[in-house]
């Protein structure tokens, strides 16, 4: 189904002076590369144009510019305080037991000594558990193979993030 008109959060967001377009992107994405790819193509005309084009800025994104997104994400289980869409994402481990919490706590720390950064996981929708065995299935990943998983979590992430944008009434 085509809308004709611009969503009304998409369109604000086309609207906003630079400065304030990137610090919006910013809070979507740490990678300073990718929000200037999405600021610099706007306006879009609609959702679709505004995911294609966080899709084509993910998949352009050089490890370091994925390093930078990933140090923005706090761990899993440990939301950033403050921060409601930390929060809102994490739900998942919100009634997870102390053990999970703890056994979370230790994978993370893990998973970080082995690939140098967090866990990365769209954890939106997910369980404790969920997110547990996943830590523990890509821990055995080779850095490469991880590297691009992380690469479509956080494409995932920003989508999720951006949808909330555009339809921010």
Not at 64 to 69: N, R, S, V
Request: aromatic content about 4%; glycine content about 8%.
């Amino acid at each position: 189904m085509t809308s004709t008109s611009t969503p009304p959060g998409l369109a604000r967001f086309n609207a906003l002076e630079q400065r304030a377009a990137f610090a919006v992107l910013h809070e979507a994405c740490a990678s300073t590369a990718w929000v200037k790819r999405l600021v610099a193509a706007r306006p879009y005309a609609d959702a679709d144009g505004l995911y294609a084009a966080s899709d084509t800025a993910m998949a352009e994104l050089t490890g370091e510019d994925l390093a930078e997104a990933m140090a923005g994400h706090p761990p899993i289980g440990r939301p950033k305080p403050g921060d409601p869409a930390s929060t809102r994402e994490q739900r998942g481990m919100a009634g997870a037991s102390e053990e999970l919490r703890a056994e979370m706590l230790d994978l993370n720390l893990a998973y970080q000594d082995r690939f140098g950064h967090v866990f990365l996981i769209c954890a939106t929708g997910r369980t404790g558990e969920q997110m547990r065995h996943a830590v523990k299935e890509r821990i055995g990943n080779s850095p490469e193979q991880e590297r691009e998983i992380v690469r479509t979590e956080l494409g995932k992430i920003n989508r999720i993030r951006l949808a909330r944008l555009v339809d921010e009434g």
